[in-house]
């Protein structure tokens, strides 16, 4: 399975992006997906993740309120939707496939990853 992240950018603080993230494999429309971030010095964190059909959700409380991840059901296309972008926010964010259909926070929970999409938030 491969995925491919797209949608990151350079953007002011207040600001939003949307990032995506297609597998390339319908049969991962029955794992639950993950977005991750690495800021430079900082340790990969857990973001955000989604159930197999969209129903169930997971978020980091630093991006709780701000940020939506969503997917239509069934499918192999995840989003995550960043309003309020904070300074704090840059990283490199990266989507992952769960080994399940229920999200997880524990990035060993993720048995494919993607290459990685650059966001960077201006003060």
């Known amino acids: 399975v491969q995925l491919q992240a797209s949608g990151g950018g350079l953007v002011q603080a207040g600001g939003s992006l949307r990032l995506s993230c297609a597998a390339s494999r319908r049969t991962s429309s029955n794992n639950a997906m993950g977005w991750f971030r690495q800021a430079p010095g900082k340790e990969r964190e857990f973001v955000a993740a989604?159930?197999?059909?969209?129903?169930?959700?997971l978020y980091a409380d630093s991006v709780k309120g701000r940020f939506t991840i969503s997917r239509d059901y069934g499918s192999h296309v995840a989003y995550l939707q960043m309003n309020s972008l904070k300074p704090e926010d840059t990283a490199v964010y990266y989507c992952a496939v769960n080994r399940r259909p229920v999200p997880s926070r524990e990035s060993s929970g993720y048995s494919y990853w993607g290459q990685g999409t650059q966001v960077t938030v201006s003060s």
């Open positions: 989604v159930s197999w059909n969209g129903s169930t959700t």
